[in-house]
T-cell receptor
Framework: GAVVSQHPSRVICKSGTSVKIECRSL??????MFWYRQFPKQSLMLMAT?????????EQGVEKDKFLINHASLTLSTLTVTSAHPEDSSFYIC??????????FGPGTRLLVL | GNSVTQMEGPVTLSEEAFLTINCTYT??????LFWYVQYPGEGLQLLLK?????DKGSNKGFEATYRKETTSFHLEKGSVQVSDSAVYFC????????????FGKGITLSVRP
């Protein structure tokens, strides 16, 4: 299947700092990428849909000023968690849509805010 | 709205046992159905999919058949291995420009030697 990478795989930061997570589609172009958040032993919660060259669409209850998304090219989307707090600690997963039916997922980024 | 319901877990099996994980769905339109697998500490991997009624998706010994009459997409494997231990998610999407995946809660499978 297609390959999607995320960087970093793990990050620890102090409360109040900002953290940027990159999501790249390595062998295909993706006009649409998705950002999910996963709490321990729970399913994935869709945070936002990232469209290349336009503003992201956020799900209800997700603060767009806190979770900044930039989809600057057909192979790269970034999620920046601004002024991170301990409650933002989570596993963040991106996916890239390869066609109308199929998404390929990145390996995830574990964020720990101290 | 769209929703996916998975059987409650966790599931623990002995190696070479038969596996069935139930999944039912409700959807508007004609959804595509998916099974994703998540190994510990990793993201999700697409295991198999089916895009229309009566299609059978298969991969790595796993199978699931799209049953429109029962709105189900149960995952089966004839003989599980320890390496199959993971979390399994059933999901659907209604194809289109704004299609999103709707996930079930996931179920943890543990296979003991």
């Amino acid at each position: 299947g297609a390959v999607v990478s995320q960087h970093p795989s793990r990050v620890i930061c102090k409360s109040g700092t900002s953290v940027k997570i990159e999501c790249r589609s390595l062998d295909f172009q993706a006009t649409t990428m998705f950002w999910y958040r996963q709490f321990p032993k729970q399913s994935l919660m869709l945070m936002a849909t990232s469209n290349e060259g336009s503003k992201a669409t956020y799900e209800q209850g997700v603060e767009k000023d806190k979770f900044l998304i930039n989809h600057a090219s057909l192979t790269l989307s970034t999620l920046t968690v601004t002024s991170a707090h301990p409650e933002d600690s989570s596993f963040y997963i991106c996916s890239a849509r390869a066609d109308l039916e199929t998404q390929y997922f990145g390996p995830g980024t574990r964020l720990l805010v101290l | 709205g769209n929703s996916v319901t998975q059987m409650e877990g966790p599931v623990t099996l002995s190696e070479e046992a038969f596996l069935t994980i139930n999944c039912t769905y409700t959807a508007t339109g004609y959804p595509s159905l998916f099974w994703y697998v998540q190994y510990p500490g990793e993201g999700l991997q697409l295991l198999l999919k089916a895009t229309k009624a009566d299609d059978k998706g298969s991969n790595k010994g796993f199978e699931a058949t799209y049953r429109k009459e029962t709105t189900s997409f149960h995952l089966e494997k004839g003989s599980v291995q320890v390496s199959d231990s993971a979390v399994y998610f059933c999901a659907l999407s209604v194809p289109g420009a704004n299609s999103k995946l709707t996930f079930g809660k996931g179920i943890t499978l543990s296979v003991r030697p």
